[in-house]
């Protein structure tokens, strides 16, 4: 691997992968809808535009040995169009660049959203089949654009998915500020039982679990073809992790509880107020947020310790350590 390209580099996951990439002497290059002028400070070249522009991608893949694919648009509401778009005819538009220009490497992030269905998953694995229902535009796109990267799997495209849980650390433009935010004002609550086991991913070790993927790619190829559930390796009990950030931030911890079945039901009332009279705007609560709220969700990494020989390198302490001291400076 010589010369990477970054799609959706600009982002959280993605800058990150291009930060590794560089470190490791690799000429990088991120294409997305801004600038960057941090990563370009770095001596990345930017390339700017649209995922939904096939003829920018063909431009923007010329070059190239290796492409990673990062760029979703993610969250759990919006329309459905344009999930569609960015996350389904986006990754056919990456597909084509890369054919196009006799690209051998593409490293997909996918999300273990793609098998969810509503039901506690503890320990699952790869053997896990796609979801049959999905309760948001995001999971049921990001499974769809999952099937294209594997299906396309070539000798002369190698290809493989990464399906890395709740991807945290400085940096986090989602997860993390909202979850501060809300504990601040007061706003959050225990969802079911509060005992419920989940995976959780820190940044570097994300972005590390793609460079090695890529390596295998260009290499043994052992995960041409397949997915990978990526985390820290062990899951956390979901609300205490989250009592843990807090009080390091001098946070009061989370003690109001709902029930399940309330909070669902809630998601449900507010989904259909929110599609009425409020489309723009997230509700509070939907069924698909209450389900990874209360569920059990996590899952083995042992394939891609087997095939990528990943190992979360940055512990979930220190993960933890790092993302206070970064939280903390930008007060």
């Known amino acids: 691997m010589k010369k990477a390209l970054v799609i959706g580099g600009g982002g959280f996951v993605g800058s990150a992968v291009a930060r590794q990439l560089l470190a490791r002497g ?11 002028r941090a990563l370009a400070g770095q001596g990345i070249r930017i390339l700017q535009g649209d995922i939904r522009d ?7 893949c010329r070059g190239f040995d290796t492409v990673f694919h990062t760029a979703a648009k993610a969250g759990i509401w919006g329309e459905k169009q344009e999930y569609e778009a960015i996350n389904v005819t986006g990754t056919e538009n990456v597909l084509h660049g890369c054919r196009v220009n006799d690209i051998n490497v593409l490293v ?6 793609v098998v969810f269905d509503g039901r506690g998953i503890r320990g699952g694995d790869e053997s896990l089949p796609h979801a049959r229902r999905f309760l948001c535009h995001y999971a049921a796109t990001k499974a769809k654009a999952e099937n294209l990267v594997v299906a396309a799997n070539t000798p002369g495209l190698r290809t493989c998915a990464l399906r890395p849980h709740l991807i945290w650390g400085p940096g986090d433009p989602h997860l993390v500020p909202r979850l501060v935010d809300r504990g601040r004002r007061g706003l959050l609550k225990r969802v079911g039982e509060g005992t419920n086991l989940v995976d959780i991913s820190y940044v570097d070790n994300v972005a590390d679990a793609h460079v090695l993927a890529a390596a295998n790619l260009h290499t043994t190829a052992s995960a041409a073809g397949r997915a990978y559930f990526i985390s820290q390796g062990e899951p956390v009990k979901l609300w205490e992790w989250v009592d843990d950030l807090f009080a390091r931030l001098d946070i009061p911890p989370v003690t ?17 107020v929110h599609s009425l009279f409020a489309r723009g705007r997230e509700p509070r609560m939907t069924r698909f947020l209450a389900e990874q709220l209360a569920r059990s969700h996590w899952f083995s990494i042992e394939a891609a310790r087997r095939d990528l020989g990943y190992e979360p390198r940055v512990t979930t302490e220190q993960g933890m350590e790092r993302l206070v001291a970064w939280l903390k400076r930008g007060k």
């Open 26 to 36: 690799v000429e990088v290059a991120v294409a997305g809808r801004n600038r960057y």
């Open 54 to 60: 096939r003829e920018f991608l063909v431009q923007a």
């Open 108 to 113: 997909y992030t996918s999300t273990p959203s």
């Open 256 to 272: 109001g509880r709902v029930t399940f079945r309330a909070a669902k039901a809630a998601g449900l009332l507010l989904e259909g």
